[in-house]
């Protein structure tokens, strides 16, 4: 977990940078600006500040979301990213208390429960520094270090594995969001830098197959919003991306064969078959 959780030193979290994010029972925790994106009239136009209550510290605050009604989807992903027209929404799923520093993804913000909230002000709100944006946006740089507090903070109440996963899909999503606006600039300067987030985004999302892969022996359906056959496809396309093909093989074979799988979900596994079968013969 080093490059996952690599920056939260400089946030006051540097015991938690080893943390084993998927340990089946973790023992009692003992420890108690960059490349800035070019502020569009359109990003400002697709987001909106939006009111929010810590379940760890009773404050009251707001943080920028994204307007779902006002965006335009123009392409999706092999593992179901997507892609709206002027704005990356990876950058707005990510609440994080400007007082305490709690921090979660939205859909896992509220409720907790009280030995989690025990464990979280015990172990995050007594030391993280987090700086919470200013901007009209938010800058990558920025987000990049509310999803590493979402998963210091995940690991630390002892969230579900599929919320980990889920954090750590949408942070690969945030990463590959990132390379793709670096490289639009065509800068040489930039390739270093855009190489060091294709390698995050790589360990992200062999991160969130583990996560995903545990939660499906182990909890109930639906799992982060997934039926059965929706995970099995997301399985098979992230164990695709990090070239672990005889996982993505079996799970699209079950597809195939599902009797519950519809007629939408078996076309997108035969294409996935027919991407993994051509790499195969290279």
């Not at 944006?133 to 995940?154: D, F, H, K, N």
Request: with cysteine; net charge neutral; aromatic share 6%.
């Amino acid at each position: 977990m080093a490059g996952i959780l690599s920056g939260l030193k400089g946030l006051g979290l540097g015991e938690l940078e080893n943390l084993n994010l998927y340990e089946e029972e973790q023992k009692e925790l003992t420890v108690h600006n960059a490349q800035k994106q070019t502020i569009t009239k359109e990003e400002k136009d697709l987001i909106y500040d939006k009111s929010f209550c810590c379940p760890v510290c009773d404050v009251k605050f707001t943080s920028k979301v994204m307007k779902t009604g006002k965006t335009r989807s123009v392409s999706v992903d092999l593992d179901s990213r997507i892609t709206y027209e002027g704005i990356d929404n990876n950058k707005y799923e990510v609440i994080v208390c400007p007082e305490c520093g709690y921090a979660a993804m939205i859909s896992y913000f509220q409720p907790l429960l009280n030995a989690q909230i025990k464990l979280l002000r015990d172990n995050i709100c007594n030391k993280v520094n987090v700086t919470i944006p200013t901007g009209m946006i938010y800058e990558y740089e920025e987000v990049i270090s509310r999803y590493q507090v979402a998963l210091a903070c995940a690991i630390v109440k002892r969230g579900k594995d599929s919320e980990k996963a889920h954090i750590c899909l949408h942070f690969a999503w945030l990463l590959r969001g990132y390379a793709e606006e670096l490289q639009l600039e065509d800068k040489t300067t930039t390739q270093e830098k855009v190489t060091e987030l294709k390698k995050q985004e790589l360990e992200c999302l062999n991160k969130a197959l583990e996560g995903f892969l545990n939660a499906r022996q182990k909890e109930n359906l639906p799992i982060c919003g997934m039926d059965q056959t929706t995970l099995d496809y997301e399985l098979a396309a992230i164990a695709y991306k990090v070239g672990k093909d005889k996982i993505a093989a079996k799970l699209v074979s079950e597809l195939l064969v599902s009797a519950t799988a519809n007629s939408r979900m078996k076309d997108k596994a035969r294409e996935l078959k027919r991407l993994i079968l051509e790499r195969y013969k290279k």
